[in-house]
């Protein structure tokens, strides 16, 4: 099945053209076979990251939002903050289980990450770090698999239809 996913790089510095972690995304993406529905870049900004986030959560050809950037420990990064504000729901295991599997590449500097995901309106928003290897091994670690309906026993794909109960 494919998963329709909007990409949204938080950064002050970067560009389209620069933007590193999210090309590496986007090419993850095509090689899974789902579609970029959208892709932006924004300053970190609250109230732009979060007029992004909240137009995205209301279009329906847009399943998942994964941001990259923001989830440092300097006074800029916000995503984290912005995705308290608007979460249904919280999933505090991506979290917990990034910064796992982060440890065994960047060891003790995995707690300076705040990578973390919610729901919004039966869509998951993912905050990745904004970098190369943060990305990386959210997908390659997680996303990957969770965004595949194949994957067993369970997925976050087979869960879209119920997101919305009520």
């Not at 938080?10 to 076979?33: C, F, P």
């Not at 995205?56 to 050809?61: A, F, R, V």
């Not at 249904?88 to 705040?114: A, H, N, W």
Request: glycine content about 8%.
């Amino acid at each position: 099945m494919q998963v329709n996913i909007a990409l949204l790089t938080i950064t002050d510095t970067r560009t389209i053209e620069n933007d590193k972690s999210g090309s590496i995304l986007v090419k993850k993406i095509a090689e899974q076979k789902h579609k970029l529905a959208d892709r932006k870049i924004v300053k970190d900004n609250k109230n732009e990251i979060k007029k992004i986030i909240l137009d995205w959560t209301k279009k329906k050809e847009i399943d998942v939002i994964i941001t990259t950037g923001g989830t440092g420990l300097t006074g800029r990064d916000i995503t984290p903050e912005v995705l308290d504000e608007i979460a249904e729901k919280k999933i505090p295991g991506f979290g917990e289980l990034f910064r796992q599997l982060s440890y065994k590449t960047v060891g003790t500097s995995t707690l300076q990450s705040r990578a973390s995901a919610i729901l919004r309106n039966g869509k998951y928003i993912f905050a990745l770090p904004g970098s190369s290897g943060g990305v990386t091994d959210a997908w390659d670690l997680i996303l990957k698999y969770q965004l595949d309906i194949n994957h067993k026993p369970c997925n976050f794909v087979e869960l879209f239809p119920r997101l919305k109960e009520k």
